[in-house]
């Protein structure tokens, strides 16, 4: 193996990605980072640099590139070192891109908007959800950082590493700007040997573990708490080199490999919003006046039931390595 070289494969729904080189270990001579298409991927993905350098090459830290993907496809990211000798340790995000969705087009003069939507547009194109001042877990990001690649950061439901391309997960923050505020989410990652902030709590936007240490994560927990807990659910599937893939639910899931010691190689984090539909009212019965008893009765039925919203939307970046 060409240790001067080191290639990560990458898999990307369709969409817009900016491909950000934050950083390397050699300050020095830097390694050079190139992106390009699988080969089955060619005519799917194209990669957009500046005019006037090479093609998916990026030569320094702070440098950044576009992928434009019309059907899922591979991309490779390959690091080369500066110099002979010198070190492939870079630090690379890629972040999906998004132009938003368009407005709805009317004709005439602009008038107020009227107290019921028409059912004819979208509600979304007149004012943003009601539940969106509360929080929804649609807007959930992980961020881990993964040896060889660097920070990659993916939204709920979407595999980092994972089973087409395992690798070592190094480190995990979670963000969730629109998080309600009746909730806290809380997280730890621990490893096979004892680190400083091993298996410690860390809140929201903490980034816990290591960078450029080459210490694998070895089991992770998070647990969420507050008075509007029971209206989510965590729902993590993992996998640690040489297990099978584990799905946990529940509002605290601890994980680890067998025997405790396997690094973690794939992580996927999604928090769902629980639906259950209140019971219908019951119609209210006349009283009827009874002599004092010392065992108390009680009329009617007694009611119980909430009521819960949901709202997604889509992620795009899944690795492979």
Not at 147 to 161: C, E, H, K, R, S
């Amino acid at each position: 193996m060409n240790e001067q070289i080191q290639q990560k494969t990458i898999d990307l729904a369709r969409g817009l990605f900016l491909v950000r080189y934050n950083g390397a270990e050699d300050k020095t001579s830097p390694p050079v980072v190139r992106v390009y298409a699988d080969r089955a991927s060619v005519n799917n993905c194209n990669i957009i640099t500046g005019p006037d350098v090479v093609n998916g090459t990026l030569f320094a830290p702070e440098t950044a590139l576009v992928v434009s993907v019309a059907r899922p496809s591979r991309v490779i990211v390959e690091v080369t070192a500066g110099r002979v000798g010198g070190s492939t340790a870079a630090n690379i995000k890629i972040e999906p891109l998004t132009q938003g969705q368009p407005q709805a087009q009317f004709q005439g003069q602009f008038q107020a908007p009227p107290a019921v939507q028409p059912a004819s547009q979208p509600y979304d194109a007149f004012e943003p959800d009601p539940g969106y001042d509360r929080g929804g877990p649609s807007d959930l990001k992980l961020l881990a950082h993964v040896a060889g690649l660097g920070d990659v950061t993916v939204g709920p439901n979407t595999w980092i590493a994972g089973p087409s391309a395992p690798a070592r997960i190094e480190g995990i923050s979670l963000e969730w700007p629109n998080k309600p505020h009746d909730l806290n989410l809380q997280y730890a990652v621990k490893f096979a040997r004892p680190q400083r902030g091993d298996n410690q709590f860390v809140p929201l936007g903490t980034f816990a573990g290591t960078r450029g240490r080459a210490l694998a994560i070895t089991g992770f927990s998070l647990e969420a708490t507050g008075p509007s807990v029971d209206r989510y659910t965590i729902s993590a599937e993992t996998i640690f080199l040489g297990a099978p893939a584990l799905r946990v639910t529940g509002n605290r899931i601890v994980v680890s490999g067998p025997s405790g010691r396997e690094p973690l190689v794939g992580l996927k984090l999604n928090l769902e919003e629980r639906r259950v539909q209140a019971a219908p009212l019951a119609p209210q019965q006349p009283r009827r006046a009874e002599p004092i008893n010392p065992a108390p009765r009680v009329d009617g039925p007694r009611l119980e039931g909430r009521v819960r919203v949901f709202r997604s939307r889509q992620s795009a970046v899944k690795t492979a390595g």
